[in-house]
């Protein structure tokens, strides 16, 4: 991805194996700094490997990599000093509270007691959790859980933080709570790697896309771009009377092209570029079909890694090595 913007990561030929199972073959990053940038690919996709190397949880086997400008081999430390890691699983101790929790880190990381104290409280209330400041974290719900795990990574704000999986198993509610932590902390300087297998997420998130599949990055762009890759757009209409969808049908193959009967029995689709939706809808109004409701719309992102993959990016059928994601 070419950029004027500074490189928050630049990764070059990144390669990682597990005895026969290539995790990560050659991939190449680049993500500018300021910004939140998704890694987005299906379970066993090498995401889970690439993030680990590039927070120096373990070394490449081959390729290299530098975070805000240190190499992640030969300048761990300062990398480690410099960045954040929440991963899929929350790790905060269950039977402290989560003040406790947040206090301890703070001391840990060098606040005094007070300080830690006040950085405690200051999170708590930030991520709207101090209410259960004084639960037992085992108490906590899944969603206060990973909020509470996400404090914990900014006890000290990081310039770089990697989320891995952040949503995974939350409620929309709780999934939109985290979306909001994440764009409050890039709108105050964090750059964010996002690895993700919901395609909603990255949409919602990314300013910039790498798709990942079987260890390589298969596509990079911005969400529109990537989208734009796949082609027209769909031209989606639901009818007045689902009686006159077969007409409607007819009409729409004759000067769009083919035609999807959606599950809604008074709706149906068609792939169309603006030009073409145009005349399908006319088609339509000359031929007296009332309509409800039409739109043209861009490729999901769903539909663009199934268009890059064959895929979907849910599919469960990848390597299950543990370390594989």
């Known amino acids: ?24 073959d050659g991939v190449d990053l680049a993500v500018p700094t300021g910004a939140v940038y998704g890694v987005l690919g299906p379970n066993g996709a090498g995401k889970t ?14 390729g290299s990599a530098r975070v805000l400008g240190h190499d992640i081999v030969s300048e761990a430390d300062t990398v480690r000093e410099l960045v954040s890691l929440t991963g899929q699983l929350a790790s905060v101790d269950e039977e402290l509270t989560g003040r406790e929790n947040l206090v301890l880190l703070g001391r840990l990381l060098g606040y005094s007691r007070p300080a830690a104290r006040s950085r405690a409280d200051e999170l708590l209330e930030a991520f709207d959790i101090a209410d259960a400041g004084g639960k037992l974290v085992k108490f906590f719900s899944g969603g206060m859980r990973r909020r509470l795990d996400i404090a914990a990574s900014i006890v000290v704000t990081p310039r770089l933080m990697f989320l891995d999986e952040p949503t995974t198993g939350l409620d929309p509610r709780s999934r939109n709570q985290v979306w909001e932590i994440a764009r409050a902390l890039v709108a105050e300087g964090t750059t964010i790697l996002l690895c993700t297998q919901y395609l909603e997420e990255a949409d919602q998130l990314a300013d910039g896309i790498a798709v990942i599949d079987r260890g390589r990055v298969i596509a990079e762009g911005t969400p529109g771009h990537l989208k734009a890759s796949v082609g027209a757009g769909a031209l989606r209409v639901r009818l007045v009377d689902g009686a006159h969808r077969a ?26 570029d603006a030009e073409r939706a145009a005349i399908g809808v006319a088609e339509l109004a000359r031929a007296g079909i009332p309509l409800a409701h039409f739109a043209l719309e861009q490729p999901s992102l769903d539909e663009v890694f199934l268009a890059l993959t064959g895929r979907a990016a849910e599919d469960e059928t990848s390597p299950t090595l543990q370390e594989l994601s």
């Open 247 to 272: 007409e409607a049908a007819r009409l729409l193959e004759r000067a769009v092209g083919p035609v999807t009967l959606d599950a809604e029995p008074a709706a149906l689709s068609a792939a169309a």
């Open 1 to 24: 991805m070419t950029t004027s913007t500074p490189l928050a990561i630049e990764a070059s030929g990144l390669r990682k194996s597990y005895g026969t199972t290539r995790a990560v």
């Open 49 to 62: 490997t690439t993030i680990r190397m590039l927070a120096t949880l373990i070394a490449p086997d081959a």
